[in-house]
């Protein structure tokens, strides 16, 4: 059975709706029946149901579970409006990697990226980042020394709070490395903001500093009492010093194209700080990654999570079950969730295409895929489409786009991706069913570590080539099960092993395309290696079929116009 830091949410219902992020900075709840700050803080629980909202907020989307109505954002689609789903939107659909047919909520816009101020997903991701923000305020406002005494909890808290002060900061840190990444320019706003003056925007070399040095602080290196405890300490859920370490080192890859700085020695120190640790080891297999018991998965390091009966959500890991298949797949293999998928994103040709085409076919008779090369090409190609002239089943092809704009919602056009499924390693559906998954979202994981650290040496880290490649081939020999990784019983008959000649950046992006694809880290992967605007084009890109160079400027997604309106100290990014 999972324990999970959410099992307090309901405890402290110190949460409010948003119509804008900087309508109201104050987190006490404005429904008269929702509980108090004097009520929430005088129990154990009250404290970390609080804190247990910090980081929900990442993964759920409302105080009841199941999209039951009582959503974070007022006005906002619940489902649709959930942080992880919204970040595949952003992330992955403006991309290389998936397409869906879907104009709801601006996600044509994104899929031609041609977003604007007003597009929905957009402004609910925006307001996400300073909701999320939001709650890590409000803990630690509370959870001080004195507040602790005055609610009579500090001989209970005294060994352990300023640890979660510091998992609240991470969080927080998070949200503002997303903002730096997605919107550039930010305003920051501490616990102590005052509520009643709106907050002013600092330029992005400003935000990339108070974040580096927020985790500086909470990972032990600079003088603070609020610090995340030793690798591999915590319970499960709780993010550590790893979690750390692991923001510095995305924070420090892409210095370069956010603030014109070389920090890549740094990016690479971090990252092998993790590696070195050997606390989130690679898991064994990496199909077990995306699975419903994925809390037995060591590779992980920081999990947000997903349980079909406690942490229900449309917009976590169901998304990524159900969006990706349909019911007629589940008669080809165990997806997890019956018929109840939606089967509205498909795999774009480019994402195909980057792997060995013998290893893109769906066996029938090998649904985990053990008979492939790279066990990270998991497709679905066996839909059946119908009977061609000579009386033969016809299937699926991932050509098969249609030929304009109005797609399809149905898997005929291009292959679903199915390396989420809502089942166990032993491909049972766990005891929560089908209705949710319990599939926990993998933020943060070590194998982006050996490519983040392997990049960084190439790019000028002082690692050498020879670790670059260990790192890699590291990587590699377990996506193809080969080498030190493989298993009685499934192929590794190939290794995964490149040579030293093979290695080269443009290597290191195909790469992290096929390890992390879907994962949401696509957009910002093809900015740093200035592949997103222009020079490389695919399905969609720009509003045309086989894709065209966009404006510059899109490297950044714009202000929200509400937003701007609730807070005219907000400048509108160039462009828009």
Known sequence: MKKYIYGMVAAALCSMSLSSCFNDLDTLPIDDNQVVSEQVYTTVEGYMGVLAKCYASLILTGQQGGDGGDGDLEGANE??????????????????????????????????????????????????????????????????EGKLHHYGLYEHFKDDYLNYRAEARLIRAYCYVMLCDLYGSAPIIHEDADATELPTPVSREELFKYVESELLA??????????????????????????????????????????????????????????????????????HIFLADNDECSEIIFPLIQDGLRAQSSAGTNFYVKAFVNGPMDELYQTGVGSKGWGNVRSKTTLVDAFDPA???????????????????????????????????????KETWDADLNMTSQFTCGYGYIKWRNVTKDDQICAS????????????????????????????????????????????????MSDEYAVAGVSSAVSGKITDSELTLDFILTERQKELASECQRRTDLIRFGKYTSGYNWDWKGGERLGTDVESYKVLFPIPEDEITNNPNLDQNYGY
């Open 79 to 144: 489902g649709y409006s959930g942080y992880v789903r919204l970040l595949f939107y952003l992330q992955e659909l403006t991309t290389d990697n998936f397409v869906m047919p879907s104009s709801s909520n601006g996600l044509r816009l994104c899929l031609n990226l041609t977003y604007g101020p007003t597009t929905a997903v957009n402004t609910w991701t925006y307001q996400r980042l300073y909701m999320s923000i939001a709650y890590c305020n409000e803990f630690l406002r509370e959870c001080t």
């Open 218 to 287: 909470i990972a032990g290196e600079s003088d603070s009492e609020d610090v995340l405890a030793a690798p591999g300490t915590t319970l499960f859920g709780h993010v550590d010093k790893c979690a750390a370490w692991y923001l510095l080192s995305r924070l420090y890859l892409n210095a370069e194209t956010w603030i014109g700085s070389n920090y890549y020695q740094q990016a690479y120190e971090y990252s092998k700080k993790i590696i070195d640790s050997n606390v989130y080891p690679l898991a064994s297999d990496y199909r």
């Open 359 to 397: 290893d893109v076919e769906f066996d029938l008779d090998d649904t985990w895929g053990n008979g492939k090369n790279d066990k990270r090409a998991q497709f679905m190609t066996k839909l059946e489409t119908g009977v061609d002239e000579d009386g033969n089943t016809t299937y699926q092809t």
């Open 433 to 480: 069913g089908d209705t949710y998954t319990s599939i926990n979202f993998p933020l943060m994981r070590t194998a982006d570590c050996y490519l983040m650290a392997a990049e960084a040496i190439l790019r000028g880290a002082n690692g050498g080539r020879s670790l670059a490649l260990e790192y890699v081939n590291k990587v590699r020999a377990r996506a193809y």
